[in-house]
């Protein structure tokens, strides 16, 4: 029989999460509510979202919950989506997590799942390991070299460095 896990590490990182959710699941009252919780706070840590996943947790997070229709409406005004698409892409990404649904009324309802913070910092994680092994200075050159900084953006940055320091 083939493992569960292929990548030990992901078998640790899935070991370490569990750990600390199981006591805040016995909190939880229904079967329903605990496979929400455990869909929100693993699936950002295991998923890195496409970038049509990305493109319709972008606009959620932007216009808040919305139905298939209201969404791909949306999205049609940046580029061209199909209906059947839009609806095909929430349900996968219902599945895995990245969006709930809402039943209650005749046009179901989605909202994201995940927060943007999670995703941002889970990408960058993973960009950080995979593209700049690890260097965080290579990363922020790069990042900060490839287009023009203004000076709010220099100042946000000082100030990140500034509290850096004293700690």
């Given at each position: 029989?083939?493992?569960?896990f292929?990548?030990?590490?992901i078998r640790?990182?899935?070991d370490?999460i569990?750990?600390?959710?199981?006591?805040?699941c016995?909190?939880?009252?229904n079967?329903?509510?605990i496979r929400?919780y455990?869909?929100?706070?693993i699936?950002?840590?295991?998923?890195?979202?496409?970038?049509?996943e990305?493109?319709?947790l972008?606009?959620?997070?932007?216009?808040?919950p919305l139905?298939?229709?209201?969404?791909?409406?949306?999205?049609n005004?940046?580029r061209?989506?199909?209906?059947?698409?839009?609806?095909?892409m929430?349900?996968?990404?219902?599945?895995?997590g990245?969006?709930?649904?809402?039943t209650?009324?005749?046009s179901h309802?989605?909202?994201?799942?995940l927060?943007?913070?999670?995703v941002?910092?889970?990408?960058l994680d993973?960009v950080?390991?995979?593209?700049?092994?690890?260097?965080?200075?290579?990363?922020?050159?790069q990042?900060?070299g490839?287009h023009?900084?203004?000076?709010e953006?220099?100042?946000?940055l000082?100030?990140?460095?500034?509290?850096m320091?004293?700690?």
């Amino acid at each position: 029989m083939k493992p569960l896990f292929l990548d030990q590490s992901i078998r640790l990182k899935t070991d370490k999460i569990f750990l600390k959710i199981l006591p805040i699941c016995f909190q939880i009252c229904n079967y329903e509510n605990i496979r929400i919780y455990l869909l929100r706070n693993i699936s950002y840590y295991l998923m890195k979202p496409t970038e049509s996943e990305l493109e319709i947790l972008q606009l959620l997070w932007e216009h808040g919950p919305l139905t298939v229709r209201e969404l791909n409406d949306i999205h049609n005004k940046q580029r061209r989506v199909g209906y059947t698409t839009s609806l095909k892409m929430m349900q996968i990404m219902t599945e895995k997590g990245m969006l709930t649904r809402d039943t209650a009324r005749r046009s179901h309802i989605y909202a994201p799942a995940l927060l943007p913070e999670d995703v941002q910092t889970n990408i960058l994680d993973h960009v950080l390991k995979t593209v700049f092994m690890g260097d965080r200075s290579r990363m922020l050159i790069q990042a900060l070299g490839n287009h023009p900084v203004s000076s709010e953006e220099l100042f946000e940055l000082k100030e990140i460095i500034k509290k850096m320091e004293e700690q």
